[in-house]
C-alpha cells in the first residue's frame, strides 16, 4: 500500500509536471533565439562594429550617426506612411469585401478561394508581378496607351515621391483577402437574434451594420490590426523585389535599411542601432494598444 | 566566447557542408552574366585540367553586394569558402580580421613580383604577404556606342562632357535613347565617378574621393561635377530604375540607344552578342577621361583552411590564377586586360590595347586611379556613403549645391 501511494505521487507529479516538460525546449528555444539576441543585438548597437562583431564599446555614437543619416529618415517616414496606409485599407477592403460575401450569394465558396488566392504567393513573387505591371514600359501605363490614350502616365514606381505608394498597393492585394477571410469568420459568428432585433427596432442595414454589428467584431479588428501591423514592420522581401529600396532610396524601409548596413555596408554599429529603433518604435505603438485591449477584454 | 555560440546556431543552420574530396576547391562569386560565366567557365576547366574539382558558388548581384553578405556569415559561421571573389580595401580588412591564407609561397616561387605592376601587388598583399591573386585589370572609365545610331542621328562620339551635351540631344531628337542606363545604385555610382574624372581631372579625384580631404570636397569643382552629373538625368529612359547593366547593353547593341558608361566588362556582351568591334560598337574613354585610368582590379583571396588537400588545391589555383594561359584566355572573354604584364598581345582586340596601352601611360602620368564606385579606392562605408548621395541626387530634382553639402556631410559621418 505504501508503494502504491508512492507511484501514484511520481504519476502525478508528471502528470502535473508534463506539460511545462513538453513546452520546456520551446521556450528556451524562444528565450535564447529571441529574447537572447535581441540583447546581443542591443549590445552590439554600442560597440565598434564594422564587417563583424567587435566588441569596443563605443557608447550612443552609433545612434547620433544613425539618427544623422538622411536615408535613415525616409526609411522612417516610409513606415510610417506605409503601415498607416497599409493597414487602413487593407481593413476597408476585407472587410467590405467579407460584408459582401456575408450576404448568403451564389458561389460564395469560388469567390472567397479567389480573393485568398494572393495570400498564397511570396511577397517576392507579388514584388516582382507588380514590378511588371507598375512598369512605365511594359505595365499599365503601355496598355492604356495601346488602347488609344496616348497622354496616359501611370509613373509611380519610377517616381521619387510616389514610389512608396507602389509598396502599398502590392502589399494590400497580398493582404486584404487574408483580412477579408477574419472578417467573414467574425460575421458569421455574430448572433441572429442580435441583427433580428435590430431590424425590428426599425433599424436600416447601414445602420444595423455600423452600430451593432461592428462593434461586436472589434476582437477581430484587433487580430487582423495585430497582424497587418507585424506583415508591414517585416515587409524586406516585398520592396527589394518591388522597387529595390528605389529609386535612388525613396522606397526604403527600416528593416531594407538595416540589411543594407549591416551586411552590405561593413557598418554593423548602426545596422543593430536601427534595428533597437524599429523595435522600440514597434513596442511603443503596440505595448499600449495590447494593453488597453486585452485590459478591456478580461473585464467583459 | 557568445560569437562562438552564435556560430554554432548558424553552423547548426548551415549543414549544407558538403564532404569535400580530396583537390577541390569552392570558389565564390558573383560573375554571372554572358560573358562573366563564359570566363569563369574557362577557370574552371583549366583547373580541372590540373585535377582539382571545381565547386561553383555563385551568388548574383551585379555589384557584389549579395555575394559579399553570403561571405560573411559563411566566415562567421567558421565555414568559408576556399577561395572568395574579394577586392581592394576589403582584402585588408579581411586579413585584419584573421581569415585570409598565406600564398607567399607561391608568390615567390612563380616571381608574382616581377611580373604585376606595383600599385596591383600591393593591394594583394597584407602585411607583406600575398594573400590574393589578381585576375585581371578592368578600366572603368568606358564609352560604349553603337556608330549606327549616331549616323542616323548626326551626331559624332563626344570627347568632352560639354560635347556629350550636344551630342546626346541629337541622338534623342531623332528619336533613340541617348545614353542606356541600369537604374541602380552602383550603376549611378559608376556614371557619377565618370563624371568626377572627366569634370575635375585625375589630381581633384585623388585628393577629394581616395584621400578624402575636406578642402577638396567643398571645392568649386565638385559644384562643378553635380551640374554635369545633375544634366544626365534628361538623357536616360523612364524605364531605367531597377534595369541591370547587361539589359542597358543590350539596348546599344539593339540600336535602340546611343551609348552607356559602363567598364570594359561591358565588352564581353558585345562579344558574347557576336558583334565586332569598330563596326558594331565603338568604346572610347569616357568624356574627358583619355588621359585617365579608373581601375578595378578582380582579385580571389583565400581563406585559411584546416584541410590540407583545400591547402593544395588552393595553392594550385593561385598558380593557375597568375599562368600566361589562365590570364589571356579569361581576359579574352571578360573583356579586361591581364593584370601579368608582358603579355602577347596578339589575340585581344583594339579596346584591349588601347587599355593596355593606356595602363602603362597613366602609371606614369599620374592618370591612374582606383575606382571608388568599385571597392577600389575607399572603405566600405565611405563607398555606400558616396553611393546614397549619387543615387539620390541622380534620382530627384536636388540641386547642384545640396548635391555637395549631402556628399560632405555623408562622408564626414562614415569617417
Known amino acids: 500500500m505504501h508503494q502504491n501511494v508512492k507511484k501514484q505521487s511520481v504519476l502525478d507529479l508528471l502528470e502535473a509536471w508534463l506539460p511545462k516538460i513538453i513546452m520546456a525546449p520551446t521556450t528556451l528555444a524562444m528565450i535564447v533565439c529571441m529574447y537572447g539576441f535581441i540583447a546581443w543585438t542591443g549590445a552590439l548597437s554600442f560597440t565598434k562594429s564594422r564587417m563583424l562583431p567587435q566588441w569596443d564599446f563605443v557608447g550612443f555614437i552609433q545612434y547620433e550617426k544613425l539618427f544623422a543619416n538622411p536615408r535613415w529618415d525616409v526609411a522612417m517616414s516610409n513606415l510610417v506612411v506605409f503601415g498607416v496606409l497599409f493597414i487602413a485599407i487593407s481593413l476597408l477592403i476585407g472587410l467590405v469585401l467579407a460584408i459582401f460575401l456575408d450576404q448568403k450569394i451564389r458561389g460564395e465558396g469560388a ?190 | 566566447m557568445l560569437n562562438r555560440s552564435i556560430a554554432a546556431c548558424f553552423a547548426a543552420a548551415s549543414l549544407v557542408a558538403l564532404p569535400v574530396q580530396a583537390s577541390e576547391v569552392e570558389v565564390l562569386h558573383w560573375w554571372t552574366s554572358g560573358g562573366e560565366a563564359k570566363s569563369v567557365a574557362s577557370l574552371k576547366s583549366s583547373l580541372e585540367k590540373r585535377g582539382v574539382s571545381w565547386q561553383d558558388f555563385a551568388v548574383a548581384g551585379g555589384g557584389g553586394e549579395n555575394a559579399m553578405t553570403v561571405l560573411k556569415s559563411r566566415a562567421v559561421s567558421g565555414n568559408p569558402p576556399t577561395a572568395a571573389q574579394i577586392k581592394g580595401p576589403d582584402i585588408q580588412e579581411w586579413g585584419e580580421l584573421g581569415f585570409l591564407a598565406s600564398i607567399d609561397d607561391v608568390a615567390k616561387k612563380n616571381n608574382w613580383d616581377g611580373v604585376l605592376p606595383g600599385v596591383v601587388s600591393d593591394v594583394m598583399k597584407y602585411q607583406g604577404k600575398y594573400v590574393a591573386a589578381p585576375v585581371n585589370v578592368h578600366r572603368v572609365n568606358w564609352l560604349w556606342a553603337n556608330p549606327e545610331v549616331f549616323r542616323k542621328a548626326g551626331a559624332t562620339i563626344p570627347t568632352t562632357w560639354a560635347d556629350f551635351m550636344v551630342q546626346a540631344k541629337k541622338i534623342q531628337d531623332a528619336g533613340y535613347i541617348a545614353l542606356a542606363h541600369g537604374g541602380q545604385a552602383w550603376q549611378d555610382n559608376t556614371v557619377f565617378e565618370a563624371v568626377v574624372l572627366g569634370v575635375g581631372g585625375a589630381e581633384y579625384y585623388k585628393k577629394a574621393f581616395v584621400e578624402l580631404d575636406m578642402d577638396a570636397l567643398n571645392s568649386s569643382t565638385t559644384d562643378e561635377v553635380f551640374k554635369v552629373f545633375g544634366e544626365l538625368r534628361q538623357f536616360i529612359d523612364a524605364n531605367a530604375p531597377g534595369r541591370d547593366w547587361n539589359v542597358a547593353t543590350s539596348m546599344v547593341i539593339n540600336g535602340e540607344a546611343g551609348m552607356q558608361i559602363m567598364g570594359d566588362w561591358a565588352k564581353g556582351e558585345f562579344a558574347v552578342a557576336g558583334k565586332t568591334v569598330g563596326t558594331d560598337f565603338v568604346c572610347v574613354a569616357a568624356p574627358g577621361t583619355s588621359d585617365g585610368f579608373t581601375f578595378n582590379v578582380d582579385s580571389f583571396a583565400f581563406f585559411q583552411q584546416s584541410d590540407v588537400n583545400k591547402q593544395s588545391a588552393q595553392k594550385a589555383m593561385a598558380e593557375e590564377i597568375l599562368g600566361t594561359n589562365f590570364q589571356e584566355v579569361f581576359n579574352l572573354n571578360k573583356g579586361s586586360i591581364p593584370a601579368r604584364l608582358g603579355m602577347a598581345r596578339a589575340k585581344f582586340d583594339t579596346c584591349a590595347h588601347d587599355s593596355m596601352n593606356a595602363f602603362v601611360s597613366t602609371a606614369q602620368s599620374g592618370g591612374l586611379v582606383p575606382s571608388f564606385a568599385h571597392g577600389m579606392a575607399v572603405p566600405g562605408a565611405v563607398a555606400g556613403a558616396i553611393t546614397d548621395v549619387a543615387t539620390n541626387y541622380f534620382n530627384s530634382d536636388t540641386s547642384a549645391a545640396d548635391g555637395k553639402a549631402q556628399l560632405v556631410a555623408a562622408i564626414q559621418a562614415a569617417m
Request: aromatic residues 14%; proline residues 4%.
Open chain 1, 111 to 300: 469567390i472567397r478561394t479567389i480573393y485568398l488566392y494572393p495570400m498564397a504567393v511570396s511577397f517576392v513573387v507579388t514584388g516582382t508581378a507588380w514590378k511588371w505591371i507598375l512598369n512605365p514600359g511594359l505595365g499599365i501605363e503601355k496598355m492604356v496607351r495601346d488602347l488609344g490614350f496616348t497622354d496616359f502616365e501611370f509613373r509611380w514606381l519610377v517616381d521619387q515621391e510616389m514610389a512608396i505608394y507602389t509598396i502599398v498597393i502590392a502589399a494590400v492585394w497580398q493582404s486584404s483577402g487574408f483580412v477579408m477571410a477574419m472578417f467573414l469568420a467574425g460575421l458569421r459568428s455574430v448572433d441572429d437574434s442580435l441583427i433580428k432585433a435590430a431590424q425590428i427596432d426599425g433599424a436600416s442595414a447601414w445602420q444595423s451594420y455600423w452600430h451593432v454589428i461592428l462593434p461586436i467584431l472589434r476582437p477581430v479588428f484587433f487580430s487582423a490590426i495585430v497582424i497587418l501591423s507585424h506583415i508591414a514592420i517585416k515587409s524586406f522581401d516585398l520592396v527589394q523585389a518591388l522597387t529595390g529600396g528605389g529609386p535612388g532610396y525613396a522606397s526604403d524601409l527600416p528593416a531594407n535599411f538595416m540589411y543594407t548596413f549591416a551586411f552590405n555596408r561593413a557598418q554593423m554599429g548602426i545596422g543593430a542601432a536601427s534595428a533597437m529603433v524599429m523595435l522600440f518604435g514597434v513596442l511603443a505603438i503596440l505595448v499600449p494598444y495590447l494593453y488597453s485591449e486585452l485590459r478591456g477584454s478580461n473585464r467583459g
